[in-house]
């Protein structure tokens, strides 16, 4: 009897031990996953389909000189008609120019934004595997991907670097990991209590909340497929405001050079952000 119990506490233990490093294990290598994702980026192309409301914008997203440009071109699915597509070729050969034009301090400050909103981006989402504590619910089919299915809840001390940060530990949300390459098929998070946000008389409420989710572009690169986000907040604690937004992102296409190196055709490639 006695030998039994221990046991089966031995063998309780080490199975909460083996889920808890599976569980490390999958988010320290989903991390490194990102990481690759991250960095190749800006050697994409690609196109990005807005939405607000009834109405959605497409757009064709290329790097031009060290930073993306955008050039609409469809509304509401439909191709632009000639005179505005004209228009927009216009606008586009113009920052063409204007960019080749530049300063060298004119080229380096406007890269130098372009990348500060890049780390500002990957920050927030390298803090989502910061804030939380993990739980492995298990594994299932998402789509025509094996994946692992983590539950994230706020871990107690995180400490928030940044004002968009400030949000996470109001939040709860869930993983959806492909088993053999740990990348993020989906990811969902809500905001699941109000949250303050220190320097500014506002307050994220209950009901927020945002989804991701990710595609194999090009030798094991995932980039976005679709993201959509629901913000509901007060202003001066008074005033309510809420916000929507829905992308979807396809047509990947490798930039011809090297690594977020320029070109000054963008004519074929696509993706946005």
């Known amino acids: 009897m006695i030998s039994a119990a221990l046991s089966v506490a031995v063998f309780g233990s080490q199975t909460a031990l083996r889920s808890e490093v599976d569980v490390q294990t999958i988010i320290q290598n989903s991390v490194a996953a990102n990481k690759a994702d991250w960095n190749a980026d800006p ?157 500014f008389l506002a307050r994220v409420e209950p009901g927020t909340r945002f989804e991701l989710e990710k595609m194999p572009v090009d030798n094991g690169i995932w980039l976005a497929k679709h993201f959509s986000m629901k913000s509901s907040a007060k202003i001066l604690f008074m005033f309510n405001r809420s916000e929507q937004e829905d992308n979807t992102f396809f047509d990947y296409r490798k930039i011809a050079g090297s690594a977020s190196e320029s070109i000054s055709n963008p004519a074929s490639g696509a993706r946005s952000k």
């Open 43 to 199: 050697n994409y192309s690609y196109k990005e389909r807005d939405r607000i409301g009834t109405i959605s914008k497409t757009y064709q997203v290329t790097m031009i000189e060290g930073s993306p440009y955008r050039r609409l071109i469809a509304v509401n699915n439909e191709p632009l008609p000639m005179d505005h597509n004209v228009q927009e070729e216009r606008k586009l050969q113009q920052v063409i120019a204007q960019r080749k034009a530049e300063s060298a301090d004119q080229r380096a400050k406007r890269i130098a934004k372009y990348q500060a909103e890049r780390k500002r981006d990957h920050l927030m989402m390298d803090q989502l595997t910061r804030a939380f504590d993990f739980k492995l619910l298990g594994e299932k089919k998402l789509g025509s991907y094996d994946v692992y299915v983590l539950r994230a809840t706020p871990r107690n001390g995180y400490k928030p670097p940044n004002m968009e940060a400030q949000v996470l530990p109001g939040m709860r949300g869930e993983l959806w990991i492909d088993q053999k390459s740990f990348q993020w098929v989906k990811v969902t998070a809500q905001v699941i209590h109000p949250v303050s946000i220190e320097g």
